[in-house]
């Protein structure tokens, strides 16, 4: 990755300051069962089967399927319930692989994001290393500029004792 700015512009997928960077090679799977109509009607499909508006439905559906044949008010499915042992075994056969397709595909998609937070982190890790050692970079360099500092002052300070001494001695023999 490289540091210099201009070399990546700010926003794009490959940027730094772009915090999805890491998600883009897996946006292939963000649609759970692909991009065509199927697919997103057995996502949906599969969505809504666990909702608590699918159990209350199918509740009411099948309590009003048995008090029309119990009360005789439809005669379409007798006492046993035949019919709706079948809708319900026919509901089994086509909701579990469904089921069982959208956890594939989300733990897929789990996995694949998880390896992105994962580069993320890394990513943020060696940042602020980088970060820790410039800082410690230029650290050094300020005690380095100090001490130089230091030398010169106390250089100075000679300069002008001896600067003063002199002024003295050259004033002394002048004025004597």
Request: net charge negative; charged share 20%.
């Amino acid at each position: 990755m490289s540091s210099d700015p201009s070399a990546q512009a700010a926003g794009s997928p490959q940027s730094p300051e772009h915090h999805l960077r890491f998600h883009a090679p897996h946006l292939h799977l963000t649609t759970v069962f692909g991009s065509d109509w199927f697919g997103q009607k057995a996502e949906s499909f599969a969505r809504f089967f666990g909702t608590p508006v699918f159990l209350v439905l199918q509740s009411v559906l099948v309590g009003v399927w048995i008090a029309f044949n119990v009360w005789g008010l439809a005669h379409f499915d007798p006492y046993p319930f035949i019919l709706l042992n079948l809708a319900f075994s026919t509901q089994a056969a086509y909701a579990a692989p469904l089921i069982l397709l959208a956890q594939t595909r989300q733990a897929d998609r789990d996995k694949a994001l998880a390896e992105a937070d994962a580069q993320h982190r890394e990513a943020l890790a060696a940042a602020s290393v980088e970060r820790q050692t410039l800082a410690t970079r230029q650290q050094e360099q300020i005690f380095a500029l100090l001490e130089q500092n230091t030398e010169l002052t106390r250089v100075t300070r000679e300069l002008t004792a001896r600067i003063e001494e002199l002024t003295r001695e050259i004033h002394t023999r002048t004025c004597a």
